[in-house]
């Protein structure tokens, strides 16, 4: 079955304290992986692309990976205002009914 | 600044009642998507655009939900009869290349059922 599983379901870090967030997922025919984040009552905002394995992107203290069964995404020294929910999502085998949004990461970041 | 409206924001209904959200997407954007999230099912896609074309809305239940696309400015999502289970909030996107890349969401219409 295809899936998209995300972990944690929450995270609690201390201003400064790195950490990385997974996105794992069980599809046939990856066409790409998506990085999104949601802050509460907004709608999910663009972080990054990725196509295949071994690809990397970085944005300020974000930086997303991508392997044949999974992603990350690193947030180093992280600051109050990382604080929100990661959603990655995965598009596979051709057409957008294949996109699959995993539950997400709700990230606190503690001053 | 480039982004993605929707109205309305918020929308109180009673069971039965028809409902109406409204997307304008970002100017030259050629690919509309609607999606409906809730705590149980995350962010689920119901229907895609592309050039105004409807591609797919198997992820809609059609019985009582279509959407449209009358020109390139305006993506509409309704909802008739309503029930208490289409309480959710729905998001619209848009995106300007084919087949996944970065889709830019609005900042989704709560809709409230009873």
């Known amino acids: 079955e295809d899936q998209v599983t995300q972990s944690p379901e929450a995270l609690r870090l201390q201003e400064g304290e790195s950490s990385s967030l997974n996105c794992s997922y069980t599809?046939?025919?990856?066409?790409?992986l998506f990085w999104y984040r949601q802050d509460p009552g907004k709608g999910p905002e663009f972080l990054f692309t990725?196509?295949?394995a071994g690809e990397e992107k970085e944005k300020e203290r974000l930086k997303a990976t991508l392997t044949k069964k999974e992603s990350f995404l690193h947030i180093t020294a992280p600051k109050p205002e990382d604080s929100a929910t990661y959603l990655c999502?995965?598009?596979?085998?051709?057409?957008?009914?294949?996109?699959?949004f995993g539950a997400g990461t709700r990230l606190a970041v503690h001053p | 600044d480039a982004r993605v409206t929707q109205t309305p924001r918020h929308k109180v209904t009673e069971m039965g009642q028809e409902v109406t959200m409204r997307c304008q997407p970002i100017?030259?954007?050629?690919?509309v998507f609607w999606y409906r999230q809730t705590m149980m099912q995350g962010l689920e896609l119901l229907a895609y655009?592309?050039?105004?074309?409807?591609?797919?809305d198997s992820g809609m239940p059609k019985d009582r939900f279509s959407a449209e696309m009358p020109d390139a400015t305006l993506a509409t999502l309704k909802i008739q009869p309503s029930e208490p289970r289409d309480s959710a909030v729905y998001f619209c996107?848009?995106?300007?290349?084919?087949?996944?890349?970065?889709?830019?969401f609005g900042p989704g219409t709560r809709l409230t059922v009873t």
């Open positions: 655009f592309r050039n105004r074309a409807p591609l797919d």
């Open positions: 999502a995965v598009w596979f085998s051709g057409g957008y009914n294949k996109l699959i």
């Open positions: 996107a848009s995106g300007s290349r084919q087949g996944g890349y970065e889709q830019y």
């Open positions: 599809v046939s025919g990856l066409r790409g």
């Open positions: 100017l030259g954007h050629n690919t």
């Open positions: 990725l196509y295949s």
